[in-house]
């Protein structure tokens, strides 16, 4: 889990000031990920992760904080490797 | 009349950009061994009608930069070039850096060439560029300037914005920090208002121009968008933006159709040339802060396609779930229960 959020904060690193932003904190309430900013995150999180990220997973609720979006990914990543092929 | 733009067969594509080679192309001749080369009045005549109806040109030639530079200078011709190419390389990886810079997909893209080697490189590394050979140049252009439907202030003013989007590419490239820290720099004001009459042949633009961040990909006629503009069951807004460089001019547009009981959001588009400046939900946001001020319920109507995926990203963060749909229309709402927060590096004032 704590490799996932490595990674995404390495990946938002030169955009926002990661380093600032608490696991927990809400990424959205003062505006740091915009669309574009927000559709390269999804984009990096599908191929470095090996998961897809359906139109019905874009809530915010599952986006809302490095801790949330961890916990996201995690979740994928299961259901990636538990689905029979 | 309601299209949607995959109806347009791909070669009738809007063309944005016209990249012209300079020896035996712009002028006669060969910089390089005659320093007196003269431009043909016929080319330097269809370089000014594209720029006045908004399409841009820009340079593709191996040449010494510098002398080339000058040599425009001298024609009185450099300010009509954006992103020119002056360098050894092979034209279709210039071409490809042009469209990247001014982030237009290169369908939009025509090239002119006298050498039909060029042409031919160019067509086999990028086939969705018009590949012009410069004796058709001016009869082949002058038909897509006839074709512009209109020449609206914005489109005179596009070379001037892609001339201040470099200044700011510049500034950006000086600046040491993060990006959301450059967007503070740039003072920007966000500005949403009701469309007018005055404004129609721009929103209508909008709606032919932009694909990646349209909610539909539906265009409307201009009588059509008057007719919402001035209907009490209609809410037309489009949005403005300025920053310290410059005025990007109008980029945002909202068709909202205003139900008794649920407003439904019926066109988001928002122009790709903002795209990274981190306002392309700030229209969305004030459309949810009105609903839930007027005791409404909020939907929105989505048409996905290949191109638009980051406007479902604007729709989903801003808090919009699915909760239907219907043949290709997927129907989202939001639950107002919650109030999006501007980001702090933009100044939004609305005048609706």
């Known amino acids: 889990m704590h490799h996932i959020k490595g990674k995404i904060r390495e990946f938002l690193r030169p955009h926002i000031r990661e380093s600032e932003i608490k696991d ?50 995690q979740e994928k990543i299961a259901d990636e490797t538990a689905a029979p092929e | 009349m309601i299209l949607p733009n995959e109806i347009f067969n791909e070669r009738t594509s809007t063309l944005k950009c016209v990249v012209w080679d300079l020896d035996g192309t712009l002028w006669d001749g060969i910089l390089l061994e005659d320093a007196s ?41 450099a300010e009509y070039f954006v992103c020119s190419q002056i360098n050894w390389n092979p034209k279709s990886d210039s071409i490809q850096q042009i469209a990247a810079n001014l982030n237009l997909s290169l369908n939009s893209f025509a090239f002119v060439d006298d050498q039909p080697f060029e042409l031919a490189e160019v067509t086999a590394a990028c086939p969705e560029v018009r590949c012009i050979p410069v004796r058709e140049a001016s009869s082949t252009l002058r038909r897509f300037v006839s074709k512009v439907e209109l020449t609206t202030e914005e489109a005179l003013r596009r070379r001037l914005q892609y001339q201040d989007e470099s200044k700011r590419e510049r500034a950006r490239g000086d600046f040491k920090g993060t990006n959301e820290d450059f967007l503070k720099t740039l003072r920007m004001e966000f500005t949403i208002s009701k469309a007018v009459a005055a404004d129609l042949d721009r929103a209508y633009e909008l709606t ?83 609903a839930k001020h007027f005791g409404v319920r909020l939907q929105a109507e989505f048409l996905p396609n290949e191109r638009n995926r980051m406007m479902s990203v604007a729709f989903g963060l801003s808090g919009f779930k699915k909760v239907g749909s219907s043949k290709n229309i997927v129907t989202l709402e939001h639950l107002l229960d919650t109030a999006p927060t501007p980001p702090p590096y933009v100044k939004v004032t609305s005048m609706t």
């Not at chain 1, 998961?51 to 916990?71: G, H, Q, V, W, Y």
């Not at chain 2, 201009?222 to 009490?232: G, P």
């Open chain 1, 24 to 73: 927990d904190e809400d990424l959205f309430s003062n505006g740091h990920v915009h669309s574009l900013l927000a559709l390269s995150l999804i984009l990096f999180v599908e191929s470095e992760f090996k998961i897809d990220i359906p139109d019905e997973d874009l809530d915010m609720d599952k986006f809302r904080s490095f801790d949330a979006l961890a916990t996201f990914i």
């Open chain 2, 37 to 77: 080369v003269t431009v043909n009045p016929e080319i330097r005549e269809i370089i000014i009608q594209l720029d006045q109806c908004g399409i841009l040109n820009s340079i593709s030639s191996r040449n010494d930069e510098k002398l080339a530079l000058r040599k425009l200078e001298e024609l009185a011709l």
């Open chain 2, 208 to 290: 032919l121009r932009t694909n990646q961040l349209n909610s539909t990909g539906l265009t409307y006629a201009q009588d059509e968008l008057l007719n919402y503009s001035r209907s009490e069951e209609y809410l037309l807004l489009m949005a403005d933006l300025k920053d310290c460089f410059g005025d990007y001019g109008k980029i945002g547009l909202a068709l909202v159709a205003k139900g008794q009981e649920i407003w439904t959001i019926k066109l988001l588009l928002m122009s790709c040339r903002v795209i990274n400046r981190g306002v392309g939900s700030l229209l969305l946001h004030h459309i949810i802060t009105d």
